[in-house]
């Protein structure tokens, strides 16, 4: 059973930064491609940020591209988000995702298989 725990999230001023951690409990880690997505109130889920089962290719929304990066530690089972330059848009619940089927650059179109149960991430202005 693939379970994704995610931490890090907490309310920030504009201008912060955060740093989000997905733990996962998935006995061959190494070979999931792995990734964030958020939804805001009132907003579709949108894509965010992911990263193949080795981390040699990153991949970003326009609206977080610059400002976000994305890495992972194969060797503790956990991919990380680090936010710099929080605006108040950045506001959402963000999620972990998982799969280890579909290539990370097609999660923007297809979403993965695999979901974490959300952290809060609030911006103030």
């Known amino acids: 059973q693939v379970q994704l725990v995610e931490s890090g999230g907490g309310l920030v001023q504009a201008g912060g930064s955060l740093k989000l951690s997905c733990a996962a409990s998935?006995?061959?880690?190494?070979?999931?491609?792995m990734g964030w997505f958020r939804q805001a109130p009132g907003k579709e889920r949108e894509f965010v940020a992911a990263?193949?089962?080795?981390?040699?290719?990153?991949y970003y929304s326009d609206s977080v591209k610059g400002r976000f990066t994305i890495s992972r530690d194969n060797a503790k089972n956990t991919v990380y988000l680090q936010m710099n330059s929080l605006k108040p848009d950045d506001t959402a619940v963000y999620y972990c995702a998982a799969d280890r089927v579909k290539d990370a650059s097609s999660w923007s179109r297809f979403p993965p298989d695999y979901w974490g149960q959300g952290t809060q991430v609030t911006v103030s202005s």
């Open positions: 998935l006995r061959t880690f190494s070979s999931y491609a």
């Open positions: 990263i193949s089962s080795r981390g040699i290719r990153t």
